[in-house]
T-cell receptor, first 112, second 113 residues
């Protein structure tokens, strides 16, 4: 059972607002990821991190940014939300060298 | 261009019967394959995986078959139960970068009591 937590689970915000989606894991995993998924579509990797102070862009271009100051914490920030950012955002983690990714429960973001 | 394809968006199966979910991939560098299950409003949970050195892996009611020559894998659930109703994602990663997991679009399975 994975111990990875995301907050908020559901959020409705207005256009132009700044939002940070929080993600924490208690498994000591070095690698962390953010995926974005629209209903009925694939999960797309938007950010990942190999460890503290490491962040990389994923396969899908995103206007969001991430930071990794602590091993257990990998927040995602949208400086100015737009309706096109409405989606489900899934945080995940894995062991270094591991090939199984463990997901949090997701954050549903709606921008109006 | 999708590297991992799940051509059936949905599947309905009677309780107690076999569910077969299919997945095709295009990248011959893929070396490790996974299935995830996702309930509405939850994150995906890992179900079962298979390495390219095997052609079958079994875990309880779940069996994954891999046909490398056809670049095809399938997940069999026997017997199907109503609690199996969920979206199933096929995923693959290359040997050179196991953390670069590519997901398919998912198949929504409904198990009818």
């Amino acid at each position: 059972e994975a111990d990875i937590y995301q907050t908020p689970r559901y959020l409705v915000i207005g256009t132009g607002k700044k939002i940070t989606l929080e993600c924490s894991q208690t498994m000591g995993h070095d690698k962390m990821y953010w995926y974005q998924q629209d209903p009925g579509m694939e999960l797309h990797l938007i950010h990942y991190s190999y460890g503290v102070n490491s962040t990389e862009k994923g396969d899908l271009s995103s206007e969001s940014t991430v930071s990794r100051i602590r091993t257990e914490h990998f927040p995602l920030t949208l400086e100015s939300a737009r309706p096109s950012h409405t989606s489900q955002y899934l945080c995940a983690s894995s062991l270094q060298g591991g090939n199984t990714i463990y997901f949090g429960e997701g954050s549903w973001l709606t921008v109006v | 261009d999708q590297q991992v394809k799940q051509n059936s968006p949905s599947l309905s199966v009677q309780e107690g019967r076999i569910s077969i979910l299919n997945c095709d991939y295009t990248n011959s560098m893929f070396d490790y394959f996974l299935w995830y299950k996702k309930y509405p409003a939850e994150g995906p949970t890992f179900l079962i995986s298979i390495s390219s050195i095997k052609d079958k892996n079994e875990d309880g009611r779940f069996t994954v078959f891999l046909n490398k020559s056809a670049k095809h894998l399938s997940l069999h659930i026997v017997p199907s139960q109503p609690g199996d109703s969920a979206v199933y994602f096929c995923a693959a990663s290359p040997k050179t970068s196991y953390d670069k997991v590519i997901f398919g679009p998912g198949t929504s399975l409904s198990v009818i009591p």
